[in-house]
Nanobody
């Protein structure tokens, strides 16, 4: 059974940087498309970034493009989200997700079948 565990969240000042990690266990990580989503209080979960299993293509929400970078290290079974120039509106619980079947719908939560428990990111102004 595949498990995803996020880490790296916390409190950061606006303009600062933070790197989230998501470690996978119990499956074949290198064959999964991976994504990051976030959910702010009172809002729906939204897409942030995704990376194909080969690492050859990445996707970003317009709100984070140019500030966030998704990457993966298949040798470590880990996907990362480097977040720069953080804004208070980036405050949310961040979730990583795996598309084990490679459904090919990276921008929607329906395209993923396995989720982590989430990590809180709080950006103070």
């Amino acid at each position: 059974q595949v498990q995803l565990v996020e880490s790296g969240g916390g409190l950061v000042q606006a303009g600062g940087s933070q790197r989230l990690s998501c470690a996978a266990s119990g499956g074949t990580f290198s064959s999964y498309n991976m994504g990051w989503f976030r959910q702010a209080p009172g809002k729906e979960r939204e897409f942030v970034a995704a990376i194909r299993w080969t690492g050859s293509r990445t996707y970003y929400a317009d709100s984070v493009k140019g500030r966030f970078t998704i990457s993966r290290d298949n040798a470590k079974n880990t996907v990362y989200l480097q977040m720069n120039s953080l804004k208070p509106e980036d405050t949310a619980v961040y979730y990583c997700a795996a598309d084990r079947l490679r459904l090919g719908a990276p921008l929607t939560s329906a395209g993923y079948d396995t989720w982590g428990q989430g990590t809180q990111v709080t950006v103070s102004s």
